[in-house]
Protein backbone atom coordinates (compact mmCIF):
# COMPACT_ATOMS: atom_id res chain seq x y z
CA UNK A 1 0.00 0.00 0.00
CA UNK A 2 3.00 2.40 0.15
CA UNK A 3 5.27 3.49 -3.13
CA UNK A 4 8.66 1.60 -3.43
CA UNK A 5 10.85 4.36 -1.84
CA UNK A 6 10.40 3.17 1.49
CA UNK A 7 14.00 2.33 2.72
CA UNK A 8 14.89 6.37 2.81
CA UNK A 9 12.27 7.29 4.34
CA UNK A 10 13.93 8.11 8.48
CA UNK A 11 16.22 10.11 6.30
CA UNK A 12 13.56 12.17 4.06
CA UNK A 13 11.10 12.95 7.40
CA UNK A 14 14.39 13.91 8.75
CA UNK A 15 15.01 16.64 5.93
CA UNK A 16 11.07 17.45 6.46
CA UNK A 17 10.89 18.18 10.19
CA UNK A 18 14.69 20.32 9.62
CA UNK A 19 12.77 22.60 7.22
CA UNK A 20 9.63 22.73 9.04
CA UNK A 21 8.44 26.21 10.43
CA UNK A 22 10.29 26.53 13.78
CA UNK A 23 7.83 26.95 17.02
CA UNK A 24 7.56 30.20 19.16
CA UNK A 25 7.70 29.53 22.76
CA UNK A 26 3.92 29.53 23.05
CA UNK A 27 3.45 27.55 20.90
CA UNK A 28 6.18 24.67 22.54
CA UNK A 29 4.45 25.24 25.76
CA UNK A 30 1.29 24.43 24.42
CA UNK A 31 2.48 21.05 22.66
CA UNK A 32 4.00 20.38 25.98
CA UNK A 33 0.84 20.74 27.89
CA UNK A 34 -1.53 19.21 24.98
CA UNK A 35 -2.19 15.19 24.87
CA UNK A 36 -0.66 14.19 21.69
CA UNK A 37 -1.59 10.88 19.61
CA UNK A 38 1.81 9.29 21.23
CA UNK A 39 -0.62 9.12 24.66
CA UNK A 40 -1.57 5.70 25.56
CA UNK A 41 -5.28 5.66 24.90
CA UNK A 42 -5.10 8.02 22.07
CA UNK A 43 -2.85 5.60 20.05
CA UNK A 44 -4.77 3.07 20.52
CA UNK A 45 -7.55 4.88 18.89
CA UNK A 46 -5.46 5.69 16.03
CA UNK A 47 -5.14 1.78 15.89
CA UNK A 48 -8.11 1.14 15.48
CA UNK A 49 -9.19 3.65 12.74
CA UNK A 50 -6.16 2.63 10.49
CA UNK A 51 -7.08 -1.62 11.18
CA UNK A 52 -10.99 -0.11 10.07
CA UNK A 53 -10.07 1.12 6.99
CA UNK A 54 -7.26 -1.44 6.19
CA UNK A 55 -9.10 -4.57 7.17
CA UNK A 56 -12.50 -3.94 8.31
CA UNK A 57 -11.77 -4.54 12.01
CA UNK A 58 -11.17 -2.80 14.90
CA UNK A 59 -9.40 -5.47 16.71
CA UNK A 60 -5.57 -4.47 15.82
CA UNK A 61 -3.95 -7.04 17.22
CA UNK A 62 -5.45 -10.11 15.20
CA UNK A 63 -3.73 -8.84 12.20
CA UNK A 64 -0.21 -9.30 12.93
CA UNK A 65 -1.29 -12.57 10.99
CA UNK A 66 -2.64 -10.68 8.09
CA UNK A 67 -1.32 -11.53 4.23
CA UNK A 68 -2.42 -10.96 0.92
CA UNK A 69 -1.74 -9.70 -2.62
CA UNK A 70 -4.28 -7.52 -2.83
CA UNK A 71 -3.22 -6.25 -6.43
CA UNK A 72 -2.10 -2.74 -5.50
CA UNK A 73 1.65 -3.90 -7.92
CA UNK A 74 3.07 -3.88 -3.92
CA UNK A 75 2.74 -7.62 -3.95
CA UNK A 76 2.30 -9.56 -0.61
CA UNK A 77 0.56 -6.83 2.40
CA UNK A 78 0.51 -8.03 5.52
CA UNK A 79 0.77 -7.21 9.02
CA UNK A 80 -0.63 -4.79 11.74
CA UNK A 81 0.05 -1.66 8.94
CA UNK A 82 0.22 -3.24 5.77
CA UNK A 83 4.38 -3.72 5.35
CA UNK A 84 4.68 -4.51 2.01
CA UNK A 85 7.24 -6.99 0.00
CA UNK A 86 7.46 -4.72 -2.72
CA UNK A 87 8.16 -1.67 -0.95
CA UNK A 88 11.13 -2.62 1.61
CA UNK A 89 9.38 -2.03 4.96
CA UNK A 90 8.24 -5.72 5.13
CA UNK A 91 12.30 -6.48 4.23
CA UNK A 92 13.16 -4.19 6.67
CA UNK A 93 10.40 -5.76 8.95
CA UNK A 94 12.14 -9.31 8.79
CA UNK A 95 15.58 -8.41 9.15
CA UNK A 96 14.73 -6.60 12.63
CA UNK A 97 13.19 -9.76 13.83
CA UNK A 98 15.85 -11.77 12.62
CA UNK A 99 18.33 -9.90 14.45
CA UNK A 100 16.62 -10.58 17.24
CA UNK A 101 15.53 -14.06 16.58
CA UNK A 102 17.78 -15.55 13.90
CA UNK A 103 16.94 -18.67 12.50
CA UNK A 104 13.12 -17.65 13.20
CA UNK A 105 10.57 -18.79 10.19
CA UNK A 106 10.60 -15.85 7.84
CA UNK A 107 14.98 -16.44 8.14
CA UNK A 108 15.11 -17.91 4.84
CA UNK A 109 13.32 -15.75 2.78
CA UNK A 110 15.14 -12.77 3.34
CA UNK A 111 17.41 -13.45 0.41
CA UNK A 112 13.94 -13.12 -1.83
CA UNK A 113 12.65 -10.44 0.09
CA UNK A 114 15.76 -8.32 -1.42
CA UNK A 115 15.32 -9.56 -5.26
CA UNK A 116 11.67 -8.77 -4.90
CA UNK A 117 11.99 -5.15 -3.31
CA UNK A 118 10.33 -2.73 -5.65
CA UNK A 119 8.55 -5.02 -7.56
CA UNK A 120 5.06 -7.11 -7.27
CA UNK A 121 6.75 -10.15 -7.32
CA UNK A 122 6.41 -13.40 -5.48
CA UNK A 123 9.17 -14.97 -6.56
CA UNK A 124 11.16 -17.17 -3.92
CA UNK A 125 8.16 -16.65 -1.53
CA UNK A 126 5.36 -18.45 -3.00
CA UNK A 127 4.10 -21.27 -2.13
CA UNK A 128 4.85 -21.00 1.75
CA UNK A 129 5.49 -17.61 2.21
CA UNK A 130 1.82 -16.80 3.69
CA UNK A 131 1.78 -19.79 5.87
CA UNK A 132 4.98 -19.08 7.56
CA UNK A 133 3.67 -15.17 8.12
CA UNK A 134 1.02 -16.63 9.72
CA UNK A 135 3.22 -18.67 11.72
CA UNK A 136 5.80 -16.11 12.73
CA UNK A 137 2.62 -14.12 13.38
CA UNK A 138 1.80 -16.51 16.62
CA UNK A 139 5.78 -15.16 17.98
CA UNK A 140 5.89 -12.57 20.45
CA UNK A 141 8.93 -11.29 19.42
CA UNK A 142 7.35 -11.17 16.15
CA UNK A 143 4.38 -9.38 17.00
CA UNK A 144 6.80 -6.96 18.68
CA UNK A 145 9.41 -6.35 15.91
CA UNK A 146 5.62 -5.12 14.18
CA UNK A 147 4.83 -2.85 16.67
CA UNK A 148 8.57 -1.69 16.59
CA UNK A 149 9.03 -0.90 12.79
CA UNK A 150 5.34 0.35 12.81
CA UNK A 151 6.04 3.25 15.30
CA UNK A 152 10.16 4.09 13.71
CA UNK A 153 8.82 4.43 10.38
CA UNK A 154 5.28 5.34 10.58
CA UNK A 155 4.18 6.60 14.00
CA UNK A 156 6.15 8.64 15.52
CA UNK A 157 7.66 10.62 12.28
CA UNK A 158 3.78 11.87 11.56
CA UNK A 159 3.08 12.65 15.32
CA UNK A 160 7.06 14.32 15.41
CA UNK A 161 5.78 16.07 12.48
CA UNK A 162 2.22 16.65 13.07
CA UNK A 163 3.58 18.82 16.51
CA UNK A 164 5.94 20.71 14.58
CA UNK A 165 3.01 21.61 12.28
CA UNK A 166 1.29 22.35 15.76
CA UNK A 167 -1.77 20.37 14.95
CA UNK A 168 -3.75 18.24 17.75
CA UNK A 169 -4.67 14.79 17.81
CA UNK A 170 -6.56 14.37 14.63
CA UNK A 171 -4.22 16.44 12.63
CA UNK A 172 -1.34 13.68 13.64
CA UNK A 173 -3.96 11.25 13.08
CA UNK A 174 -4.69 12.67 9.62
CA UNK A 175 -0.19 12.24 9.09
CA UNK A 176 -0.12 9.10 10.31
CA UNK A 177 -2.73 7.44 7.91
CA UNK A 178 -1.58 9.65 4.67
CA UNK A 179 2.00 7.75 5.93
CA UNK A 180 0.50 4.30 5.62
CA UNK A 181 -0.64 4.55 2.99
CA UNK A 182 1.55 6.71 0.91
CA UNK A 183 5.13 6.87 2.58
CA UNK A 184 7.03 9.66 1.97
CA UNK A 185 9.25 9.17 -0.85
CA UNK A 186 9.60 11.35 -3.87
CA UNK A 187 6.26 11.08 -6.14
CA UNK A 188 3.76 13.51 -6.19
CA UNK A 189 1.35 11.34 -3.88
CA UNK A 190 3.72 10.86 -1.04
CA UNK A 191 3.19 12.37 2.44
CA UNK A 192 5.92 15.34 1.81
CA UNK A 193 4.26 16.53 -1.50
CA UNK A 194 0.71 16.08 -0.02
CA UNK A 195 1.50 18.10 2.84
CA UNK A 196 3.27 20.74 0.26
CA UNK A 197 0.00 20.77 -2.07
CA UNK A 198 -2.12 21.84 1.04
CA UNK A 199 0.80 24.83 1.90
CA UNK A 200 0.45 25.82 -1.96
CA UNK A 201 -3.23 26.37 -1.60
CA UNK A 202 -2.37 29.00 1.05
CA UNK A 203 -3.61 27.27 3.87
CA UNK A 204 -1.14 27.60 6.52
CA UNK A 205 -0.25 25.42 9.78
CA UNK A 206 -1.37 26.84 13.37
CA UNK A 207 2.83 26.85 13.50
CA UNK A 208 2.60 28.93 11.05
CA UNK A 209 -0.11 31.15 12.67
CA UNK A 210 -2.97 29.66 10.82
CA UNK A 211 -6.48 27.82 11.31
CA UNK A 212 -6.49 24.42 12.11
CA UNK A 213 -9.42 23.61 10.74
CA UNK A 214 -8.78 25.55 7.91
CA UNK A 215 -4.95 23.77 6.95
CA UNK A 216 -6.46 20.29 7.98
CA UNK A 217 -9.18 20.80 5.17
CA UNK A 218 -6.79 21.52 2.46
CA UNK A 219 -4.39 18.65 3.74
CA UNK A 220 -7.63 16.21 3.61
CA UNK A 221 -8.21 17.99 -0.39
CA UNK A 222 -4.48 17.02 -0.92
CA UNK A 223 -4.83 13.68 0.75
CA UNK A 224 -8.00 12.94 -1.63
CA UNK A 225 -6.82 13.88 -4.49
CA UNK A 226 -3.08 11.35 -3.95
CA UNK A 227 -5.64 8.27 -3.27
CA UNK A 228 -7.54 9.33 -6.54
CA UNK A 229 -4.11 8.71 -8.88
CA UNK A 230 -4.32 5.02 -7.74
CA UNK A 231 -7.18 2.84 -8.49
CA UNK A 232 -6.69 0.82 -5.67
CA UNK A 233 -6.86 3.50 -3.39
CA UNK A 234 -8.92 5.53 -5.43
CA UNK A 235 -12.49 5.02 -2.38
CA UNK A 236 -11.56 7.91 -0.38
CA UNK A 237 -13.93 7.10 2.58
CA UNK A 238 -11.39 6.65 5.18
CA UNK A 239 -11.27 10.47 4.78
CA UNK A 240 -14.59 11.47 3.92
CA UNK A 241 -16.80 9.56 6.14
CA UNK A 242 -14.28 9.04 8.87
CA UNK A 243 -11.55 12.01 9.20
CA UNK A 244 -13.68 14.47 7.77
CA UNK A 245 -16.58 13.57 9.95
CA UNK A 246 -14.37 14.15 13.03
CA UNK A 247 -13.04 17.72 11.68
CA UNK A 248 -16.69 18.58 11.03
CA UNK A 249 -17.71 18.17 14.49
CA UNK A 250 -14.68 20.04 15.93
CA UNK A 251 -12.91 16.90 17.72
CA UNK A 252 -9.85 18.11 16.72
CA UNK A 253 -8.48 15.78 20.23
CA UNK A 254 -10.26 12.54 18.64
CA UNK A 255 -12.52 12.51 22.17
CA UNK A 256 -14.09 9.58 22.50
CA UNK A 257 -17.09 8.41 21.40
CA UNK A 258 -16.06 8.30 17.88
CA UNK A 259 -18.66 7.02 15.25
CA UNK A 260 -17.86 7.05 11.40
CA UNK A 261 -18.02 4.84 8.52
CA UNK A 262 -14.99 3.20 6.43
CA UNK A 263 -16.31 1.56 2.59
CA UNK A 264 -20.00 1.56 4.07
CA UNK A 265 -19.00 -0.42 7.11
CA UNK A 266 -20.35 1.49 10.62
CA UNK A 267 -17.96 1.56 13.58
CA UNK A 268 -17.64 2.82 16.86
CA UNK A 269 -15.49 3.66 19.74
CA UNK A 270 -17.27 4.28 23.40
Request: net charge neutral; charged share 25%; aromatic share 8%.
Amino acid sequence: MKQPTRRTLLTLIGASLASAPLLTASHASAARAAVGLDDPAKKEIAMKLVSSAENSSLDWKAQYQYIEDIGDGRGYTAGIIGFCSGTGDMLDLVELYTARKPGNVLASYLPALRRVDGTDSHSGLDPNYPRDWRRAAQDTAFQQAQNDERDRVYFNPAVAQGKADGLRVLGQFAYYDALVMHGDGGDPTSFRNIRKRALNTGARTPAQGGSEVAYLNAFLDARVWAMKQEEAHSDTSRVDTAQRVFLRAGNLDLNTPLDWKVYGDSFHIG
